[in-house]
C-alpha cells in the first residue's frame, strides 16, 4: 500500500506538470517547436492521467477489501475470525 500511495502522489505531480505543460504550449508562439512541445506533454499527460486513474481505482479496491475484514463486518457470524473466545487454542486444546 506505500508503493501505491507513493506512486499516487508521483503520478498526480506529473500530471499536473503535463497539464501546465500543455497549457504553456497552447498559449506560446505558433511553430513547430511549441507543436513539438504540445504533442509530447499530451503523450505525458495522457500517460500519466491513465496510470493515475489505475491508482486510484487500485486503492479504493484495496480499502473496501481492508473494510470487509474488520470485526465489525462479521458480527452477523457473531466475531471475527481469530477474535472469538477459542482463538489461539487448537481443537485438541481442553477448553
Do not use: C, F, K, N
Not at 22 to 33: C, D, E, I, K, N
Request: charged share 15%.
Amino acid at each position: 500500500m506505500h508503493r501505491a500511495h507513493r506512486s499516487l502522489w508521483t503520478l498526480t505531480a506529473l500530471t499536473i506538470l503535463a497539464t501546465g505543460l500543455v497549457s504553456q504550449a497552447l498559449t506560446g508562439r505558433a511553430g513547430p517547436v511549441s507543436d513539438g512541445m504540445l504533442a509530447l506533454s499530451v503523450i505525458l499527460l495522457l500517460i500519466t492521467g491513465t496510470l493515475l486513474i489505475r491508482v486510484v481505482r487500485y486503492l479504493s479496491r484495496a480499502g473496501t477489501a481492508a473494510e470487509s475484514t474488520t470485526p465489525r463486518a462479521h458480527q452477523d457470524r457473531g466475531a471475527a475470525p481469530g477474535h472469538g473466545p477459542t482463538s489461539g487454542r487448537l481443537p485438541t486444546d481442553p477448553p
